[in-house]
C-alpha cells in the first residue's frame, strides 16, 4: 500500500483544510494579503488595535470604535496574581520565553468567571495579557521587579514600556506595530491549525491559544531569527560579506534568512519590516547596522544565484525580524514570544471562523500495521 494510492499527504502537504477570509499567501507572487489589504499597505499604516479589529471583525473600525477596543484591551492587561507567582517559580528554574509564555497563557483567563465569559471578552484579555505575561517574564529572569502596565499607552508602546520602564520613542512604537502586523496572521500554518482543531471541538479560547503557543514553541514553527543577524554581527564590516558567505556555501552551510518554504519569490514580509528597520535606525541616528545589513543581504542575493542557480533563494523574514528587533534592544530569547504577541491576533480570528463553521476537525488515517496476531499469555512470549 503507498501513499499515493491511500490518498495520504505527509504533512497534510497541499491538502485544504479550512476557508478562511483572514489571509492569503501566494508564494508564487510573493504576496500576502491580509482581510483584504496587502501586508505592505497595512503593517506600514495601522496600528495593531486595527489590525486586531479588522481580523476579528472583518473591517477597519471608526474612530470611536477604535478608542473603545483600545481602553477595552488596556484595561485587561494587568495579570492576576497567581499568574505572577506562576511565573516568579519558573524564573526561579531559569526556563526560556517560550516554555513561561506556554506555562502561564493557561492562567490568563482566571479571574475573568469561568462560563460567564464572552468568548470577545476572553479575546481581548489574552491579546492583552501575552505581552504583560513576556515582559514581567523578562524582568524575574534579570532579577528585576516587573512592570505593571500602563493603560495610557497603547498596545505595542506598553509592551515596550514594561520591558524597561521607558515611555518610547514614536518610532520604535511604530517600528514594533509594523512587525506585528506583519506577522499577525499568515495562513493556516501548524499554530493557526492548532488551535483551529482545539477550538473546534468546542473547548475554550484559552485552551485553543495555549495548544497555538505550544506549536510555535517548536522550532520547525517558530523558526530562530536570531542566526540571520549573527550573521551580519560576525561579518562586522562592507567588504568582508563576500569572503565570508562564500566559505560558508563552499562547506554547504546555509546563509540563515534567506530562501523560504513557501515564497518562491521575494517574502513580502522582507520587504515591509526592511522599509520600517530603516525608518526607525533612522529615527534613532544610526545607519550602520541598518546599511551593513542591507549590503550583506545583496551580497547574499548575489552568491546564492551564482550557487544555486534557478533555486531564487531571496530574503525572508527572519532577516529583517532580527534586524528590527535587536534595534528596539529586544534579546534574541524575546524573539519568538514577541512574535507570539502578534500572532495571537491572527490565531483567535482563525478561532473564530471555526466556531462559526460549527465542523470537529477529524481527518483519517491509513493502518499499515500488521494484522491476524494472536494473542499470547506473557510467560509463553
Known sequence: ????????????????AAETRLSSVDGQKGELIISGYLVEDLALHATFEETCYLLWYDRLPNESELSAFKQSLAA??????????????????????????????????????????????????????????????????????????????????????????????????????????????HGLNASTFAARVIIATQSDLTSAIVGAIGALKGPLHGGAPGPALDMVFEIGEANKAEPFMRAKLDRGERLMGFGHRVYKVRDPRADVLSQAAEEMFKADGDLNLYNLAKHVETIAIKLLDEYKPGRNLRTNVEFFTALLLHGLDLETDLFTPTFAAGRVAGWIGHCFEQQRTGRLIRPQSVYIGERDRTWTPAAER
Open 76 to 185: 485587561r492587561r494587568a495579570l492576576p496574581a497567581a499568574t505572577l507567582a506562576l511565573l516568579a517559580a519558573v524564573a526561579e528554574q531559569k526556563l526560556p520565553a517560550m516554555d513561561a509564555l506556554r506555562i502561564a497563557a493557561g492562567t490568563l483567563d482566571l479571574d475573568l468567571g469561568g462560563d460567564q465569559t464572552s468568548v470577545d471578552q476572553q479575546a481581548h484579555t489574552l491579546t492583552a495579557r501575552i505581552p504583560t505575561v513576556v515582559a514581567a517574564y523578562w524582568r524575574l529572569l534579570q532579577g528585576q521587579t516587573p512592570i505593571a502596565p500602563r493603560t495610557d499607552l497603547d498596545h505595542a508602546a506598553n509592551y515596550l514600556y514594561m520591558l524597561n520602564g521607558e515611555t518610547p520613542s514614536p518610532a520604535r512604537v511604530r517600528g514594533l506595530e509594523t512587525y506585528l502586523n506583519t506577522v499577525s496572521d
Open 1 to 16: 500500500m503507498t501513499a499515493e494510492s491511500t490518498g495520504y499527504k505527509p504533512g497534510l502537504e497541499g491538502v485544504v
